[in-house]
């Protein structure tokens, strides 16, 4: 059995998340091909698609999210991605197995139908989540703590926040509404988000994706063995995925707060050089730039001007070729380049 060096795995990365070249597709289309986009930060799903993107802009995803093909909601690890709405239910499905069965625990007493579908009819009016802390807070058994009636709800319902919610600059206190279509059953939703997963991060083991999901490996369990897969070592991928020779140009790229790539592995050494990981750019979100497909330092915009802030020795060649594209991210951003 063939087993892939270090360097195949970073090249595999990068081509598929067109870090490698950029993809040319509509925004929905290739949040759908990259899967769900960490939003926690409202730019960052826009610095995500700007890095891989061919003549991504601002208004395209915003025009998405307006017209309903991207959804904004909290999904993967229990976080707000953007997503796009035609496989929302699926991630949707996954996310909240391991909930379901807490929650099926904690409120035996409640009829679960009963209670979410009182939850849906309420939610055909859009909420804010002091509008959920009132409303849900009065069910038997629910915690006061701020966020354990949200969580309630959302582990119910599919909760979906309406536009602007999801745009470049929007501040404002989102609004809640239940997306209207039925979820998938649990293998099916599971086979459909693991297939998209390994197109978008493979080869990856059970426990790469479990930790980029945010659930138990056993969620998964009925997808891993529904999915036809090749094997590499303990990794598996799809047949025919691509599987770039390990030399592949990779040029630098500028990822945003919590970049979906430095989250998508428990063993995060395709993207993240070691004698980095002692930074925790996955904990505090700092945004990243790669170099030969890893990450090699860190960026910040600060009055206006975007700066550099390497982390391991880059050559001269290398330096140039970073900061030809922070210069093209600034633009982005609208400032000015290092």
């Known amino acids: 059995m063939r087993t892939l060096t270090r360097p195949e795995l970073t090249a595999a990365l ?17 949040v759908r091909r990259l899967t769900p986009l ?58 909240r197995q391991a909930r379901m069965r807490t ?6 007493h409640l009829d679960e139908e009963q209670v979410a579908a009182e ?31 949200v969580i309630f709800a959302r582990t119910l319902l599919p909760l979906i926040q309406l536009p602007p919610a999801g745009h470049w600059d929007d501040s404002r206190r989102a609004a809640f509404v239940a997306d209207p279509r039925p979820l998938p059953g649990p293998a ?24 980029w999901a945010g659930v138990a490996q056993r969620d998964f369990a009925a997808a891993w ?6 094997e590499y070592g303990d990794l598996r991928d799809l047949p025919g995925a691509p599987l770039p020779p390990a030399d592949t140009p990779l040029p630098p790229r500028f990822l945003g707060h919590w970049d979906q790539a430095l989250l998508a592995y428990a063993d995060r050494t395709r993207i993240i050089p070691p004698e980095l990981h002692p930074l925790a750019a996955t904990v505090s979100g700092e945004p990243t730039f790669t170099v030969d497909g890893r990450v090699a330092g860190t960026w910040n915009v ?19 070729a970073v900061k030809e594209e922070a210069r093209q991210t600034a633009r982005f951003c609208g400032a000015k380049g290092p």
């Open 188 to 211: 099916d939703a599971a086979t459909l988000v693991l297939e998209r997963y390994l197109a978008a991060f493979g080869p990856a083991s059970r426990r790469d994706a479990a930790a």
């Open 119 to 149: 939850l849906r009819d309420w939610f055909r009016e859009p909420r804010s989540n002091a509008d959920v802390r009132e409303h849900v807070g009065a069910y038997e058994g629910a915690a006061p703590e701020p966020w354990a009636p």
């Open 38 to 95: 960490q939003a926690q930060h409202p730019p960052a799903p826009y610095l995500a698609l700007a890095a891989r993107v061919e003549d991504f802009t601002r208004e395209g995803l915003e025009a998405a999210i307006t017209d309903g093909a991207v959804v904004k909601t909290t999904i993967n690890r229990l976080t707000l991605h953007l997503a796009a709405a035609a496989d929302y239910p699926a991630y949707a499905q996954l996310t």
């Open 302 to 320: 600060r009055e206006g001007v975007l700066a550099l802030t390497p982390l391991v020795e880059l050559s001269r060649a290398q330096r140039a």
């Open 225 to 230: 063995e529904r999915l036809e897969t090749v």
């Open 103 to 108: 929650w099926r625990k904690q409120f035996a």
């Open 14 to 30: 990068a081509v598929r998340q067109g870090l490698a070249e950029r993809l040319r597709a509509a925004p929905a289309e290739a």
